[in-house]
């Protein structure tokens, strides 16, 4: 059984900066990629920023710039550090990992909130 458990979401001001952090445990093999999605009140989840195994990372186009996305050292674990946030970037954020050999799966965590406001 997988698991994921995001941390780091809160209370900041525009401007402010967040460092989100997951981590993945338990039976997981082979990880893909590993994204960050969000999800604020009344709208769709959107991808926010992805990893690929090799590194490559992508962005969505309102968040370049701002947010880097990046692995630790334990390749189960993934960070999204925010800086310059702006309170359209209020959302609860997701981790999601695609991992498997051949036939892989998707996981997700219960999300962490993140709200800019003054």
């Known amino acids: 059984q997988v698991q994921l458990e995001e941390s780091g979401g809160g209370l900041v001001q525009p401007g402010g900066s967040l460092r989100l952090s997951c981590v993945a445990s338990?039976?997981?093999?082979?990880?893909?990629?590993m994204d960050w999605y969000r999800q604020a009140p009344g709208k769709e989840r959107e991808l926010v920023a992805r990893i690929t195994a090799g590194g490559t990372t992508n962005y969505l186009d309102s968040v370049k710039g701002r947010f880097t996305i990046f692995r630790g050292n334990s390749k189960n674990m993934v960070y999204l550090q925010m800086s310059s946030l702006k309170p359209e970037d209020t959302a609860v954020y997701y981790c999601n990992v695609v991992a498997g050999l051949g036939i892989t799966s998707r996981y997700w965590g219960q999300g962490t909130q993140v709200t800019v406001s003054s």
């Open positions: 338990g039976s997981i093999i082979n990880i893909n990629v």
